[in-house]
């Protein structure tokens, strides 16, 4: 199991609109996560926009590839895409690039 953090950046007066968002997600998209291998997802924002994303994988590049291949998520992300700065265009999942873990304690 890997444990991946990222971080992303949502429009800072956009914040609350995206927490809202994330009290909604869909079933489908709840569903679609599970069974792509995503566990122990977790979503932290800061007041300025910082988002640290937090979820947990057998395979990142698996996790990430089943989610590429369903139309939940491509509907998901076309509506969140608005919500972040920097992403050229992107889709936010396409943004995640883990960071290195230097320490755990387990």
């Known amino acids: 199991m890997r444990r991946i953090c990222f971080l992303l950046k949502v429009k800072a007066e956009r914040a609350e609109e995206y927490k809202r968002r994330h009290e909604e997600v869909w079933a489908d998209m709840l569903a679609a996560l599970r069974e792509t291998g995503w566990r122990n997802y977790s979503l932290f924002l800061r007041p300025d926009g910082l988002l640290v994303g937090y979820f947990e994988t057998d395979d990142l590049d698996a996790a990430l590839a089943g989610m ?26 396409e943004g995640i690039t883990p960071l290195t873990e230097v320490f755990h304690l387990d």
């Open 68 to 93: 590429a291949g369903r139309e939940v998520n491509t509907r998901w992300q076309t509506e969140m895409a608005p919500f972040f700065e920097g992403l050229d265009g992107g889709a936010p999942d």
